[in-house]
C-alpha cells in the first residue's frame, strides 16, 4: 500500500479507535454514576471527548505502530485490534447494591461498543439498500465505505474481546459476581495469571478465531438482501 492510501486509512481507522475507546470508557462511568459513584464524573470522565480516554501508548502509539505494520509489513494486510484507554477510575464501596452495580458498571462499556455498532449497522444497511449508496459510492474501498466498515468491525470486536473472562478484559469482572463463592479459587488464579493467558491467547492468534466468526456474521447479516 502506498503512501497516498495508507495516510488516509490511518487517520479514518484511529479516528474510529478514539471514539470506540471513548464510549467504552465513558460508559463505565456513566453507569458507575448511577449507581451512586461520581468518581469518574467529577473526573470528566462522561464524555467522548478522546482526550480524556487516551492512552498516550495504548491509544495512540501501539495501535499506530500496528496499522502501518499489518498494512506494509504483514502479508495478511489485517487491521490490528490491539488498543487499550485510560481505565476508568471506579469507587466500587460507594455503590448501591454492589452486586447488581459490579456487573452493570463492568457490562456498560461493552454495551457502548454494541449499541454504536448497531447504530452503525442500521446506517449502513440503509445506505446499502437504497440509492443513497449508489449516489453516495459507498464500498469498502471509498472514504465513507471505509469509515463504515472500520466502525462495525471495532466496535463488534471491542465488545466481544472484552466479554473474554480474563483480567483486566470486563469479562473477568462479569464472571466474578455471577460465580458461587466456591468458585473463588479458580477466580484467584484467573486474576493472579489471567493477563498472561490473555497475551498467550492473542499472540497465538486465539482471540481473532473467536472474534473471526462474529464479524462474519454480521457482514452476513449487512449484505443480506443487497446482492
Known amino acids: 500500500m502506498n503512501?497516498?492510501?495508507?495516510?488516509?486509512?490511518?487517520?479514518?481507522?484511529?479516528?474510529?479507535?478514539?471514539?470506540?475507546?471513548?464510549?467504552h470508557e465513558a460508559g463505565h462511568a456513566w453507569m458507575s454514576y448511577k449507581f451512586g459513584d461520581d468518581t469518574a464524573r467529577l473526573l470528566g470522565r462522561i464524555t467522548l471527548n478522546p482526550v480524556a480516554h487516551t492512552d498516550p501508548i495504548g491509544t495512540l502509539l501501539i495501535p499506530i505502530f500496528m496499522f502501518i505494520y499489518a498494512q506494509v509489513g504483514s502479508p495478511a494486510g489485517a487491521i490490528p485490534l490491539l488498543g487499550w484507554g485510560k481505565p476508568t477510575p471506579v469507587n466500587p464501596l460507594r455503590w448501591r447494591n454492589k452486586d447488581l452495580a459490579n456487573v452493570m458498571v463492568s457490562i456498560a462499556g461493552i454495551l457502548a461498543n454494541l449499541l454504536i455498532a448497531t447504530i452503525t449497522f442500521v446506517i449502513f444497511k440503509i445506505l446499502l439498500m437504497t440509492n443513497i449508496a449508489n449516489q453516495l459510492d459507498v464500498s469498502t474501498q471509498e472514504p465513507l465505505g471505509i469509515f463504515l466498515t472500520d466502525m462495525l468491525i471495532m466496535?463488534?470486536?471491542?465488545?466481544?474481546?472484552?466479554?473474554?473472562?480474563?483480567?483486566?478484559?470486563?469479562?473477568?469482572?462479569?464472571?466474578?459476581?455471577?460465580?458461587?463463592?466456591?468458585?473463588?479459587?479458580?477466580?484467584?488464579?484467573?486474576?493472579?495469571?489471567?493477563?498472561?493467558?490473555?497475551?498467550?491467547?492473542?499472540?497465538?492468534?486465539?482471540?481473532?478465531?473467536?472474534?473471526?466468526?462474529?464479524?462474519?456474521f454480521v457482514f452476513y447479516l449487512l449484505l443480506l438482501g443487497v446482492r
Open 155 to 216: 466496535n463488534v470486536s471491542l465488545a466481544v474481546f472484552n466479554l473474554l473472562p480474563f483480567p483486566p478484559l470486563d469479562g473477568s469482572r462479569i464472571l466474578d459476581s455471577i460465580l458461587p463463592p466456591s468458585m473463588q479459587p479458580m477466580l484467584e488464579l484467573l486474576e493472579r495469571y489471567g493477563f498472561l493467558l490473555l497475551l498467550v491467547l492473542i499472540s497465538v492468534g486465539f482471540t481473532r478465531v473467536i472474534i473471526s466468526p462474529v464479524i462474519n
Open 3 to 23: 503512501p497516498e492510501q495508507l495516510i488516509p486509512q490511518l487517520v479514518i481507522y484511529m479516528v474510529v479507535l478514539l471514539l470506540a475507546v471513548s464510549a
